[in-house]
């Protein structure tokens, strides 16, 4: 099953050209999730040539501009196709205030059904969406406005089937290796019952996406976003501006880094929500302070496709 991040935005503030606001597009087998929804979001996705039609999910950290001002505009896009299915929009509190001003003040046609659920208590982390073989939990951040993070983790996956080991326990090829795949017991003509643990491995874990924006550096973060196939991280400011983010409640790129390290098991981490003072050739600035601490660090850039493998076996 394929897992994609797409990078729609990677900006913080205000849009630049070539650097829209922070938006990032999960693709898992043809189901789209959105988090956070700056303005250019429908920009990149067209670009990219995605199905904004199949956005199932828009999750949305805070209600600062810069991460909702793209939503109006999706909300507007998705009435241009045929669609059944809801659109949920998840969000803290203020997000449901938020769509039904913009829905009435614009007098969008909207010709599908919207959900706008509210994370009751965004202080205390919480499953907030389930999906076909998948959980979102939203995880508290530190910011000026209440503000959520994101992970979404899959289910284990069934052990690896041995083939050899069921033709050795003698059993026949056909519906009953399916049945022990399923983890399910099988019993032979001959009575002699057969365990799933016997010819399947131990469960695999599924994969493990985090998105983190707009927060001071919190060590509880560490454990919500440990062994993350790839954590997506605000990394604002370089260690010049160090005070001056955390004055304002961001997180240095250095932070970012620093969270990744303390995690463990983290296998990539992008750094978003870039200062508007940077121009494109001095983000190496953010890259410099967070390599020496967690290596496997890179910069996102608009419109980068990031693909998240199965761990190997």
Not at 227 to 250: P, Q, V, Y
């Amino acid at each position: 099953m394929n897992m994609e991040a797409f990078v729609l935005g990677c900006g913080g503030v205000m849009p630049l050209p070539g650097r829209h606001l922070t938006s990032v597009l999960l693709r898992r087998e043809g189901e789209l999730l959105l988090f956070d929804c700056g303005e250019g979001t429908q920009v990149s996705l067209r670009e990219l040539n995605l199905r904004w039609k199949k956005i199932s999910a828009i999750f949305i950290s805070h209600t600062h501009a810069d991460h909702v001002t793209g939503l109006p505009g999706m909300l507007m896009l998705s009435a241009q196709v045929d669609r059944s299915e809801p659109l949920y929009i998840i969000g803290p509190p203020r997000i449901k205030e938020f769509v039904d001003w913009a829905r009435d003040v614009l007098e969008m046609y909207i010709n599908y059904e919207i959900v706008v659920l509210e994370i009751e208590n965004p202080r205390v982390g919480a499953v907030v969406y389930t999906g076909d073989g998948f959980t979102v939990r939203s995880v508290p951040l530190s910011h000026t406005r209440t503000c959520v993070g994101y992970v979404l983790e899959e289910d284990d996956r069934p052990g690896v089937f041995h083939p050899e080991r069921a033709i050795e326990a003698g059993v026949p090829r056909g519906p009953l290796w399916a049945r022990l795949q399923r983890g399910e017991a099988v019993t032979l003509d001959d009575g002699t019952v057969v365990q799933p643990e016997t010819v399947v491995g131990p469960r695999r874990p599924g994969r493990k996406f985090s998105f983190v924006t707009d927060s001071l550096y919190r060590k509880d973060l560490a454990t919500e976003v440990a062994d993350s196939d790839l954590l997506i991280c605000e990394g604002m400011f370089h260690n010049e501006f160090r005070e001056t983010a955390h004055e304002k409640k961001h997180m240095t790129a250095a932070d970012a880094a620093e969270l990744a390290a303390a995690a463990g098991g983290v296998r990539q981490m992008g750094l978003i929500h870039y200062s508007p003072r940077y121009a494109d050739w001095q983000l190496k600035l953010l890259l410099k302070d967070a390599k020496p601490i967690f290596p496997n660090t890179f910069l996102t850039r608009d419109r980068q496709a990031i693909e998240l493998p199965y761990r190997e076996e």
